[in-house]
């Protein structure tokens, strides 16, 4: 009993003080308790922010909100692959622990990044339902309760970025926007009124970042913490955007 | 002419669905947020959210949803605001599922509805057990168009720090800071709405996201505005404890059939069904939350000696269970690691909503002219107790009343002098001090160490029973990490993304704010709803069927309580007792 008292568990952790600044490693030591996860963790190195070997230095700048893996906040790169830190159970990683910022996208500091890419390309492929406003215009149209189950399943991705980071094809040597956002515009076009602007966002698709672009290395569907179908949801996509590349060119 | 500015502060359900109005009504907002708004705390609600669309043949009336929300608070809601929303509900709802709401539905394409608690009848719509998220992004999308479109512009990543007065008290603007670069900034607004949320940060674990600080309630309550029944804290019933949070099991596993028990002689006790024959399971969160109290702390049954008790769905279809439940029984799996399909989740009570927050008019008008306040962070609809599945309501609608009147004021409010340059810089210039002097702290205290003293003093003597000779203890013991606050010592003394010094700043929001609540329940002699005190067990509509007003007076640096009346001219307050059904008196 004492003897587990004592365990501890180490953490390497990628750290960066700023943008342009020349990333480095420090190592940290957490006592070890059941059901510990990543989130837990550098929260109790908060408290006490001392390396390993005993320096005292600025606490590890993370990103975290729910700590119930809806929120999307905390995704970092945990011993090599992209995921949530607040369900990453120690008990299930190898240690010590690796951490580091995804960098897919831009490190503002330590383990926190710049997203703001993926709620842009949200943005592009219109992911939203075109209503006319927030009154009272009549009742909603009834759904398919299996289209519908679809959608929910989709409409799960919180923007975590995981696919992103997981793709080779996301980078600085291509403007592919990503699964995720490539997605949600597959969602839009299964409802019965957001499927009025389905032409729109195939269209987009078929532009310079869409899907295109999209390599089909399957990574994504790999490590979405959500369980997403993206593959199989990409593949449709690429079906419909074809099929609209044919329908514009004869209704030139 | 130039268009009106509304500032909106915390992007969740509440803030959004403002913004859209705003919007709809031709007015710019500038929306900050701690976060990405999609990332708001709204999306960890579950289970659902109230309306009588009443396609269950079970003959729902709007009334049935007005009576059961009065009843479920003990009567301390403002009958008229309850009323209002419960109107507007089912329009709500036909509103989401206009707007994408992959809400679950009958097999003919309809919305289904399931039970929730201290309600008889079918009246929970629901996205699986992820309503909560499936609405907020909902309202994200719609905003991101208002957005793309110029209406809209977004300060995610921006704390708000306080609001800025004109000479006559009227609040014309705010202080924020980017948690990035650290550049704080003075802003503009023709109206003001706070829509920060819950305070549950102050009890340090709970079911709340650590963005739940209350800091923003805290800093205008410090700056003049009226606190309203901060005393009544919701306990969730069913949580998953746990070392860094408490997460929530939603009410739905009991709407959906999941029964409560724990082994007494030997056998399975369920306890609700004997204590409370009429509702059972299905008893509202305060009551529920007493009776597990009850049975671990008192009666000593808690599962293996420990605060547990078992929330149990293995008795029902493993296929009902995905497609009602789903989310969040792979949740528990993946925290806990049994799966509750085949075994018994074990469960304890948890600090989860403020029933109470920042007073308001029934137009969400603070008592600080400009300044309004929308969502979980104010007052208004629950009273002593909120009824699961009406969170998500109350946060829509109040959004719906909030953004509307934001717009009012903007174009008639008497909202005397205009800010000059002068005033902009000299309330930057304040926050810049305040905060400076917190990058220069250099004594022995870690400001996290002594946020997990706060909740430990917190949830220990404020939550679920209180006593008198404690809540004066815990009090003396908020007051002194208060005085401790001043030795913290910060070790990151950089600008740049110094989420330490933020966090040193919202810290002694949350004491006071700890002192608020602590405050509030000492001075409230009796139990109602959600406040639950063995010395004055019984409700006491003489003394107290009013509102408690809390004020901050500067000079003490504490809270001071005042009571005042509220409109209850509906339905008159009868005793509640969920052994027996419910029974009006019209």
Redesign the interface.
């Given at each position: 009993m004492a003897e587990q008292n004592k365990k501890t568990v180490t953490f390497i952790i990628e750290r960066q003080?700023?943008p342009d600044s020349k990333p480095y490693t420090q190592e940290f030591e957490v006592a070890y308790?059941p059901?510990?996860?990543v989130?837990?963790a550098l929260?109790e190195i908060?408290?006490?922010?001392v390396t390993k070997d005993g320096k005292?230095?600025?606490?590890v700048?993370w990103?975290?909100?729910?700590?119930?893996?809806?929120?999307?906040?905390c995704m970092m790169v945990i011993n090599g692959r992209a995921r949530q830190a607040?369900?990453s159970?120690i008990d299930q990683l190898e240690q010590p622990i690796h951490l580091a910022p995804a960098r897919t996208f831009p490190v503002?500091?330590d383990l926190?990044i710049d997203?703001?890419v993926m709620?842009e390309s949200?943005?592009r492929i219109q992911?939203?339902?075109?209503?006319d406003?927030?009154?009272?215009?009549k009742?909603?149209p009834?759904?398919?309760?299996y289209t519908?189950?679809t959608?929910?399943e989709i409409?799960?991705c919180?923007?975590c970025g995981c696919c992103l980071e997981a793709c080779p094809n996301v980078g600085p040597q291509s403007d592919f926007i990503g699964p995720a956002p490539t997605v949600q515009a597959y969602?839009?076009n299964l409802?019965p009124?957001?499927k009025f602007d389905k032409e729109k966002r195939l269209n987009t698709l078929a532009e310079k970042g869409g899907i295109t672009s999209c390599g089909n290395s399957q990574n994504c569907v790999e490590v979405c913490p959500k369980s997403i179908k993206l593959t199989t949801y990409l593949a449709q996509l690429n079906r419909d955007v074809n099929k609209q590349a044919l329908k514009n060119i004869f209704n030139k | 002419m130039a268009k009106n500015k509304i500032i909106v502060v915390g992007g969740g359900l509440s803030g959004l669905?403002a913004t859209?109005?705003i919007c709809?009504a031709g007015g710019e907002v500038d929306l900050f947020s701690y976060?990405?708004v999609?990332?708001?705390?709204s999306?960890?609600a579950q289970g659902g959210i109230n309306a009588c669309m009443d396609t269950k043949g079970e003959h729902d009336s709007i009334y049935e949803h007005f009576d059961d929300t009065v009843y479920g608070g003990d009567f301390l809601a403002d009958q008229t605001a309850v009323k209002g929303m419960c109107d507007a509900a089912p329009?709500l709802i036909?509103?989401f599922?206009?707007?994408?709401v992959?809400?679950?539905?009958?097999?003919?394409?309809?919305l289904d509805l399931r039970n929730f608690g201290g309600q008889k009848n079918k009246r929970t719509c629901f996205?699986?057990s992820?309503t909560g998220?499936?609405l907020l992004?909902a309202l994200d999308?719609?905003v991101?168009?208002w957005?793309?479109q110029g209406s809209v512009k977004k300060y995610?990543f921006w704390e708000f720090i306080k609001v800025i007065k004109n000479k006559e008290g009227i609040c014309r603007g705010i202080v924020a800071q980017n948690m990035?670069s650290m550049e704080i900034q003075a802003f503009r607004g023709d109206t003001t709405i706070l829509a920060t949320g819950g305070p549950g940060m102050v009890f340090g674990r709970c079911t709340a996201?650590?963005?739940c600080n209350g800091s923003a309630v805290s800093a205008v309550f410090q700056q003049g505005a009226h606190i309203g029944n901060p005393e009544f804290i919701q306990i969730h019933p069913t949580a998953i404890p746990?070392?860094?949070?408490n997460?929530?099991m939603s009410e739905a596993c009991r709407g959906e059939g999941g029964r409560v028990w724990v082994y007494k002689d030997g056998k399975p006790w369920y306890f609700l069904e004997e204590m409370f024959p009429a509702y059972g399971n299905l008893v509202p969160r305060d009551v529920a939350s007493r009776a597990i109290y009850d049975v671990c702390m008192n009666q000593h049954l808690g599962i293996n000696g420990e605060n547990r008790v078992y929330l149990d769905l293995s008795h029902i279809p493993a296929d009902y269970l995905e497609r009602k439940l789903g989310?969040i029984l792979e949740?528990y799996s993946?925290?806990?690691?049994d799966d509750p399909r085949k075994v018994p989740m074990q469960i304890y009570p948890s600090v989860h909503y403020s029933m109470g927050g920042i007073w308001v008019d029934r137009k969400h008008n603070t008592n600080i002219p400009g300044l309004m306040a929308s969502g979980e962070c104010d007052y208004q609809y629950h009273g002593a107790n909120r009824l699961g599945a009406n969170s998500l309501l109350s946060a829509a609608y109040s959004g719906?009343v909030s953004g509307p009147e934001a717009m009012r004021w903007a174009k008639e409010g008497e909202r005397g002098s205009e800010l000059t340059d002068e005033d902009l810089a000299k309330a930057k210039q304040e926050c810049v001090d305040d905060f400076e002097a917190i990058l220069k702290m250099d004594g022995k205290e870690?400001a996290?160490?002594l946020h997990?003293e706060l909740g430990d003093v917190m949830n220990k003597y404020v939550t679920i029973e209180r006593v008198n000779k404690d809540l004066d203890y815990c009090f003396a013991e908020v007051k002194k990490i208060l005085v401790r606050w001043n030795d913290i010592g910060v070790?990151?003394r950089?600008h740049?993304?110094n989420?330490?010094a933020m966090f040193v700043r919202q810290l002694r929001n949350m004491i006071i704010y700890a002192l608020v609540v602590t405050k509030a329940a000492r001075m409230r002699d009796e139990s109602r709803g959600a406040h639950y005190k063995r010395e004055f067990p019984t409700r006491d509509d003489e003394r107290f069927l009013k509102t408690t007003i809390v004020d901050f007076n500067a000079e003490k640096q504490e809270p001071e309580v005042t009571y005042i009346d509220f409109d209850h001219s509906l339905i008159k307050p009868r005793p509640r007792n969920y052994a027996v059904a419910k029974k009006e008196d019209k």
């Open positions: 003080d700023a308790r059901s510990l996860n989130v837990a929260m908060q408290k006490n922010p005292k230095v600025a606490p700048v990103e975290c909100n729910c700590l119930e893996k809806v929120c999307g906040a607040c369900c159970l503002i500091r926190l997203r703001s709620f949200l943005k992911g939203w339902v075109n209503v406003g927030t009154w009272e215009v009742d909603a009834i759904q398919n309760p519908a189950q959608a929910y409409s799960h919180m923007t969602l839009f409802h009124l957001g | 669905m859209l109005k709809e976060c990405p999609k990332r708001s705390h999306l960890c329009k036909k509103m599922d206009r707007m994408g992959p809400f679950t539905r009958t097999a003919e394409g309809v996205a699986g992820t998220q499936q992004y999308e719609q991101r168009k957005e793309v995610e990035n996201s650590t963005i746990g070392s860094d949070k997460r929530l989310g949740m993946e925290f806990v690691g719906t870690n996290h160490e997990h070790t990151d950089g740049w993304a989420q330490e």
